[in-house]
Each structure stands twice: as structure tokens, then as C-alpha cells.
């Protein structure tokens, strides 16, 4: 796949940015756990190298990339292989499903959020973490992702774009907090405030009724 070929091949690359950019990673971290429901079974969609699913407790993650899925392996992740538009898991089998800085690689968004929705039980929790496109880091990577390993067939999404996927897919009772303040990773403010608009990073929270 074009999207998963730049971390088969970067996966230590990628996975060293957390340590490189350890504020911003750390900030991450603090705004999805402000979101984190009480859960027994949780799974991470695009579980990546276990950067996100490891602090945050959860134990088994989803990832077509191999070498991202060894990577998380060794933290400990069980590493189901598969792609978010057809998770090789059963229906309502879970109560929390996270996603991190993957929609914006998925082939298909909704569809990704209704297999989400499939798998989960009633009443379970989506939480999603993405660089909000009308944001002025998340224009700045707009502007750059031509020249980024990572980013170049990325699509990014306003936080109003992913918030009407998730309600087309059946989702409602969402909250959001948002972090990282600037337009470049150097310059940020990782101060965690309620609501969307300013702060790059995004952490929404909703619900299967």
C-alpha cells in the first residue's frame, strides 16, 4: 500500500519523533487520557509502533504496517494485521477503539468510523486524535506535506470534517480538547483547553448509544 510503504521503511524513523518532540508528545498523551473512559477491552485502529496505546493501557491494536507492528510488539501491543475499512475483528466486541493520527492515511474515513462503530459495544467510546487542518500548525503542514516522509499522501481534516463522519457513522455525545498552540513544532504551547479551533492537536470523544 502507498500510504503504509513510508513507515514499513521509516518505522524507527517515526518512532524516534516522540523522543525528538517529547513536549508535544507528552501534551498528546495528557489530552486523550482526560478523555479515557473506564474500560475492560480497548483496541487501537492504526495501533502504529504503541506509542498511544501502550501510556494509555491498551493492550491490543490493529496495523497493516509490519515494521510499525514489530515496533509495538515489543511494548508489549497484540498486533492484529488489517486496515481500519475492514477490522478483522467481531462485532460489538469492544468498549473503547482508538485512533490516532490515522484517519488522515485511511482510504475511506466513514467507512473507517462504521466498522469502529460495528465493533463496539453499545455504549462503548471513539476516541480520535488528529492535527486539525484550519489550525495554524495544521496549515503549516498542509503547506509543507509535499516534502514530509510521513505526510505526503496524507489527507487533513478540520475538526468539523471528522465530527460529521462520526455522526454519519452513527456516533453522538462528542467532546473535545485540543492542544499545541503555534505554527511549528519548535515554537508550541502544549496548555490543554476544552473545545476546537486554535490548538493542533485534537481529542474527541463520542459515543455509541
Given at each position: 500500500?502507498?500510504k ?14 516522540f523522543?525528538e518532540?517529547a513536549d ?6 495528557k489530552a ?7 474500560f ?21 491494536g ?15 501491543i497484540?498486533v492484529i494485521p488489517g486496515?481500519?475499512e475492514k477490522?478483522p ?8 477503539a ?19 462503530y ?10 480520535l486524535?488528529f ?5 495554524p ?7 509543507h506535506?509535499?516534502q514530509s ?20 457513522a ?17 515554537h508550541?504551547?502544549t ?12 481529542a ?6
Open positions: 500500500m502507498a503504509t510503504a513510508p513507515f514499513d521503511r521509516l518505522s524507527e524513523h517515526y518512532d524516534d519523533w523522543v518532540h508535544a508528545y507528552r501534551a498528546e498523551i486523550l487520557k482526560r478523555l479515557l473512559p473506564p475492560e477491552n480497548g483496541v487501537e485502529i492504526g495501533v502504529g509502533t504503541g506509542r498511544f496505546a501502550e501510556p494509555l493501557g491498551i493492550k491490543t490493529v496495523e497493516p504496517s509490519e515494521k510499525m507492528a514489530k515496533i509495538a510488539k515489543k511494548r508489549g497484540r486496515v481500519a477490522l475483528l467481531p462485532d460489538s466486541s469492544y468498549d473503547l482508538l485512533m490516532v493520527t490515522t484517519i488522515c492515511f485511511v482510504d475511506d474515513p466513514l467507512q473507517s468510523l462504521r466498522e469502529i460495528r465493533i463496539l459495544r453499545t455504549g462503548g467510546t471513539v476516541i486524535g492535527v486539525d487542518a484550519a489550525t500548525l495544521g496549515r503549516n503542514y498542509l503547506a506535506k509535499a516522509r510521513f505526510y505526503k499522501e496524507a489527507r487533513f481534516f478540520t475538526t468539523d470534517e471528522v465530527l460529521e463522519l462520526l455522526k454519519k452513527g456516533f453522538s455525545d462528542c467532546r473535545s480538547l485540543q492542544t499545541l498552540y503555534g505554527d511549528d513544532l519548535k508550541l504551547d496548555r490543554i483547553e476544552e473545545g476546537y479551533g486554535e490548538g493542533a492537536f485534537v474527541l470523544r463520542c459515543r455509541k448509544k
